[in-house]
């Protein structure tokens, strides 16, 4: 056999069926018609609690949208989405994904629901300092290993937090505050502050916005479930962000000024 032919046999065979690795047919394997969940949410909102509530009252099956975590943006996986064709309810757990128009694109042409979690960017900022000390600093948000982490102090802590995570914040909130799909209200925005007042009612208008069935009964037992499982609840409080200082405040309030169109009110900047 000559070379030529040899490296066109081989490349043949490496990928036999090239048309089976793109979009469009990835796309023709997902139902047309079936019911789908997915809770978007900032980081330290409250979501991982919302996730459980959700998947005990739903019954639905229980996924991960995104192929990966750890340093990883969490940026959903069209292939994770195929998978799952045999299933006709889905509720897709929380994950920290920012807004974009490929984003946008999947959740309208797979037809998710999208939740969209918030809570007050300062009480956010103090819960994801204990984070990064009682579980791990390693995430997408901000560079920093567990080491170098033991070795600053509790103030350079709360400033690294300030200065290199608060972007990734508002990097998600000005982007899913803009989205159509926020300012059309096809998405349910759910503030953390809400759901844990009374999250009974919280879990009520979800259902309600989403045109699903509203079993008052079930819901409680849900709560009462999601209470006794590992669901990352930290203080469970609101108003932590009292924490910071005037001068980390400056800063978060100089970083909001650049997004001045984007109404911030739910997550502590009122205008």
Known sequence: ?????????AKVLDQPFPAMYSDAYIWGLIPKHREQIWLIAATKSGSTWLSAILKNYLGWDARTITPAF???EQEPSLRKVAQASASDKIFWKHSHTRASESTDEMIR???????????????SLISYC??????????PMAFMDQRHWNELSESARIGFVVDLVAPWYFNFYAGWFSNPLVQEKVAYVCAYE????????????????????VDLSAIKVAVERAAHEPTRLNKAVVGR????SEAHRA???????????IDMSSIGFPD
């Open 1 to 9: 056999m000559n070379k030529p032919l040899a490296k066109l046999l």
């Open 70 to 72: 750890g340093r990883r």
């Open 109 to 123: 042409r797979a037809g998710i629901y999208p939740i969209i979690q918030t809570r007050v960017l300062h009480d």
């Open 130 to 139: 204990d984070h990064c000390t009682n579980e791990s600093p390693v995430g």
């Open 194 to 213: 809400n759901l844990l007042s009374n999250p009974v009612s919280e879990i009520v208008r979800i259902c309600e916005h989403f045109k699903l069935a």
């Open 241 to 244: 962000g009292k924490a910071l």
């Open 251 to 261: 800063t978060l309030a100089r970083m909001r000024s650049y997004y001045s169109h």
